[in-house]
């Protein structure tokens, strides 16, 4: 079946259509509490009214789809929207509410093929069901008549049920312990309690409320029904049964269901006084009550048989003469096909009921009793229970050789019976096993499936669940095995666990597999050989994965034992595995060895394994170069794609970029594996080693040789690595030094910026607030280094003293750039009488020109300094003392000129600013000119607060 839906999210309001076998259905969702009524019904034609305002979109409906009914017309009717069906004399309507949706389905004669029907052959086949219209519908006033707006039917949308989310939870309580039953019919989930008058309504957790919706409740006298729109075909079993009592959860999971029945057991007895008249009696473990209704959309009776205990179900699907068995998710349900049936409890045996009719139940005893005596065969022996469950080599039959003469033999025999005939079935599972033992599950599950459509009720089987485990692990239906191998019967025999170990290595979960996994070589070895080779590699290197030599060597030669027999893929794969062995051993170059060969030479798959493996042990070893490695790896990139190996050898490939210093590339590589796989393990790893990656380029060795360019254009293009704390912090800041280095003042501040909103707060906040006014002013924005710092409020302490001065010494010259002079030298004062005050005091009126203020500063810093007893002077002390004699040259005090000069022209004669200390400080004359010139090219290039930042 299939779905066509139509989203209207501006109006709240779908339309979903569903063609079913034997019906069409439309369901009308509101998505909010909407009466109808029918105006009319007769010629095959059909008009429902729907009391809203809200006109649904119906455009994207085609009628080409539908097969019981020619067209329908969707028209809004002042505060009323109707819908008009139009069809044949031999069409059927049946119309209900369901919660916030009203349903129509459609039956009779085909009028026309549809889009539908290219579908069917995918369809899950579902019993025809009589269109009754339901005993009651809401009635509601006409409304008066209006000009009608009519929409146009055009295109079709498909939406599978695929594209709904299969999960969630329906949970259903009360304050006192109740029965229930639940089970799916004519596309509706109908969940029944024993309780009346349950006043909580079910809840519904997860994806699945968006498309369940609001149930519809019906209270009968001794119980109240929940009733459920289910969009599957019936007998998808996504519905799973938990707990009992006051709580009740029915976990919706898109799983197969395999259910744990619990003690049921029928069979046929005589009437009760003796006569031959028939009845079925049904053992139900937990049985609470029985509870006869006929149901409102059909008016079929059905009874119900509510349990105690959510792991009983009646789940066969059985249909005779007088009564269909309908299969049940909790507790039981008999649809009525005979007017007499008597459905009761029997009044001597504890939870078990009687099927009966005045005259006797109209079948055979012969094919009950076949039905289940076939059951019977397939239970396993007590004397197996504990030990060995495979005898693959007997089922084998000799091996492939002789696979087509077995299947023959076995499909003559198929041939001469009738599917009724208990051996037919029996024959069906000998051709699954043969299939299976020659290691050809697929095969072997198209026989499994046949067999379970005889007998419904045949996965409750022990037996029958370890051989469906078998076939799906080998097939890799992984998720079923596990489920499967878990199964109560089965999860604690010896055997099971070495299946259980390869389905976990098969789905990757190593150490699961390893913990799993007997350390005792059994059975195995007496498996047929491509079987023992295909599990004795799995657990090979499932203990080598765990570090083991010892059991992965002892399984490598069990392999080995089949020499000549040995063929790929299993060769293949046991030469890679023997290659990890001598690694792990130490034997690294006969590792190397190993895997370059069969990189040559072996199997596709192992080719590329063999490959990653030789690629990643010669770069560790530095036997071949990062160059080489890139070559091997981009080699296999496009030799094997689609799986984990291929996330492995692009996570290899990527840090072999990095190494190589082709960062960009390198990252770019790991972030689309990271993006693309599916296996979070290999994802957490990935973006671990793209976040180590990523800190080296700015805090470690790479650092060095990243330019300012580089580094940006490397952060911009992954910011999403940095990581979180102080590592992330840090290396913000190793990139702000690196841009402020080339003078990128723009982009260090924004950057700087983003730290400070994002990532910073309290102490650590307000420091990098004040460095980033230290930028903006070093980038003459001193408004808005102004404002910056207006936002830095510090509590003088011992951690503070420093950062205030800082702050101090950046809101003055920021003042004084500004055209503030008086206010930044008030500002000034703040700072005492400190080197500091005086060398911006001096910074601040330089700037200005104000020499007389700026020579005293200078003047005063020096004495500070104690630059007059040095011997010597440093660099940064000389140009100290050449900017105080021009400070003093240019405020035209020769005779304090005259006196530096002859208090430091030696010490400055010592330095490389000796020559132009005697131009600044020789008393006018011929000279005068030339050295005006000198002086002022000195102003220009002096930055006295430039020196004072330093500091911090």
């Not at 009437?271 to 209704?293: P, Q, T």
């Not at 025999?493 to 290595?505: D, M």
């Not at 470690?700 to 990243?706: F, I, N, V, Y």
């Amino acid at each position: 079946m299939f779905f066509v839906l139509v989203n209207v999210s501006a109006q709240a309001a779908d339309i979903r259509f569903r063609a079913n076998d034997s019906y069409d259905r439309l369901v009308f969702d509101w998505k909010q509490p909407v009466t109808f009524k029918a105006v009319s019904e007769s010629n095959g034609a059909l008009v429902l009214q729907f009391n809203t305002s809200i006109s649904p979109d119906s455009n994207d409906l085609n009628a080409g789809n539908f097969r019981y009914f020619n067209s329908l017309d969707v028209t809004k009717d002042g505060t009323s929207v109707k819908a008009s069906f139009k069809g044949a004399a031999t069409t059927r309507y049946r119309y209900f509410k369901i919660g916030t949706k009203i349903i129509v389905d459609v039956s009779g004669t085909v009028l026309k093929n549809s889009a539908a029907n290219k579908v069917t052959a995918t369809q899950t086949k579902e019993v025809p069901t009589p269109m009754v219209a339901p005993k009651t519908v809401e009635k509601v006033e006409a409304s008066p008549t209006i000009a009608v707006e009519r929409e146009t039917l055009t295109s079709t949308q498909n939406v599978s049920t695929s594209d709904l989310v299969k999960d969630g939870t329906i949970t259903v309580s009360s304050t006192q312990a109740f029965g229930m039953s639940a089970y799916i019919q004519h596309g509706i989930l109908w969940l029944v309690s024993d309780q009346p008058d349950m006043v909580l309504s079910p809840q519904i957790q997860g994806p699945a409320a968006e498309w369940l919706g609001q149930a519809e409740k019906v209270e009968l006298k001794d119980a109240t029904i929940f009733m459920y729109e289910w969009p599957f075909p019936e007998n998808d079993a996504y519905i799973r049964a938990e707990g009992g009592g006051l709580l009740w959860r029915f976990s919706i999971d898109g799983k197969t269901r395999l259910p744990q029945q619990g003690s049921i057991r029928s069979y046929i007895a005589e009437g009760e006084h003796g006569d031959s008249k028939k009845n079925v009696s049904v053992e139900l473990a937990g049985l609470k009550k029985l509870i006869k209704f006929s149901s409102p959309l059909t008016g079929e009776v059905v009874h119900v048989v509510t349990v105690n205990r959510s792991n009983t179900m009646l789940s066969i699907n059985r249909d005779f003469v007088d009564f269909s068995i309908i299969p049940a998710l909790a507790g039981g349900a008999i649809q009525q096909k005979n007017n007499n049936l008597d459905v009761r409890k029997d009044p001597e045996r504890e939870n078990v009921f009687i099927i009966s009719t005045p005259k006797g139940l109209a079948f055979s005893e012969e094919s009950f009793n076949t039905y289940n005596s076939i059951l019977s065969d397939l239970a396993i022996p007590e004397t197996e229970v504990a030990g060995k469950i495979y005898d693959f080599t007997r089922w084998a039959r000799g091996g492939l050789g002789k696979m087509d003469e077995n299947r023959e033999a076995f499909e003559r025999q198929l041939s001469a019976l009738e599917p009724e005939d208990p051996e037919y079935v029996s024959l069906i599972l000998l051709l699954a096993k043969l299939h299976l033992g020659n290691v050809l599950p697929h095969e072997a599950l198209g026989y499994f499936s046949l067999a379970e459509d005889m007998l419904e009720n045949m996965r409750d089987n022990p037996e029958y669940q370890a051989l469906l485990a078998a076939a799906n692990t080998l097939s890799g239906r992984n998720l079923e095995a596990q489920s499967s191998f878990n199964a109560p019967a089965l999860k604690d025999l010896e055997e099971i666990q070495y299946w259980k170990a390869y389905n976990f290595g098969r789905l990757e979960k190593w150490d699961e597999a390893y913990k799993a996994m007997p350390k005792e070589i059994k059975y195995i070895n007496n498996y047929p050989a491509r079987l023992r080779q295909e599990v004795a590699l799995m657990l090979a290197e499932v203990a080598l994965r765990a570090q083991d030599g010892t059991h992965a060597g002892l399984y490598l030669d069990l392999v080995q034992q089949d020499g000549d027999g040995l063929l790929d893929p299993y060769l293949s794969s046991y030469r890679y595995l023997l290659g990890e062995l001598r690694r792990q051993e130490g034997d690294s170059k006969g590792a190397a060895e190993i895997w370059e060969r069969l990189f040559d030479e072996g199997d596709k798959l192992y080719r590329a394994k063999a490959g990653l493996a030789w690629a990643k042990l010669a770069l560790s070893e530095q036997s071949i170069t990062p160059e080489k490695g890139v070559e091997i790896l981009e080699q296999l990139r496009f030799t094997w794609r689609g799986d984990g190996l291929e996330t492995q050898i692009n996570h290899q490939l990527g840090l072999t970029y990095i190494e190589m210093g082709d960062y960009k590339k390198g990252l770019s590589i790991l972030r689309d594996m990271a993006s693309n796989t599916e296996d979070d393990t290999a994802r957490f790893e990935i973006v671990q080693d793209m976040q180590k990656s990523f800190a080296s380029l700015f805090l470690g060795e790479p650092s060095k040789d990243l330019t300012a360019i580089q580094a940006v254009t490397l952060y911009d293009a992954f910011s999403e690595l940095l990581p979180p704390g102080q590592e992330g912090t840090n290396i913000i800041f190793a990139l702000l030094d690196k841009l402020v280095a080339v003078d990128l003042m723009d982009r260090a501040e924004v950057l700087l910026k983003q730290l400070i909103g994002n990532r910073l707060t309290g102490i650590e906040k307000d420091r990098a607030t004040i460095r980033l006014a230290r930028l903006q002013l070093l980038n003459d924005h001193p408004k808005e280094a102004l404002a910056t710092l207006a936002d830095v409020n510090l509590v003088p302490s011992n951690e503070t003293k420093r950062m205030i001065r800082e702050k101090t010494l950046i809101e003055a010259k920021a003042l004084a750039e500004n055209g503030q002079t008086r206010a930044a030298l008030d500002k000034v004062k703040e700072l005492g009488n400190t080197q500091e005050a005086d060398q911006l005091t001096a910074d601040i009126s330089w700037s200005k020109q104000s020499w007389n203020e700026a020579a005293a500063a200078l003047k005063a810093l020096v004495l500070k300094k104690g630059l007059a007893q040095k011997e010597s002077l440093s660099n940064e002390e000389a140009k100290l003392v050449l900017n105080t004699a021009v400070a003093i040259n240019l405020s035209n005090d020769l005779q304090g000129l005259q006196f530096f000069q002859a208090r430091f022209e030696d010490k400055m004669d010592a330095t490389a600013f000796g020559r132009l200390f005697k131009i600044v400080t020789r008393p006018p004359g011929n000279a005068f000119l030339s050295s005006r010139e000198t002086i002022l090219d000195i102003v220009q290039e002096v930055d006295l607060f430039e020196g004072i930042l330093d500091q911090f």
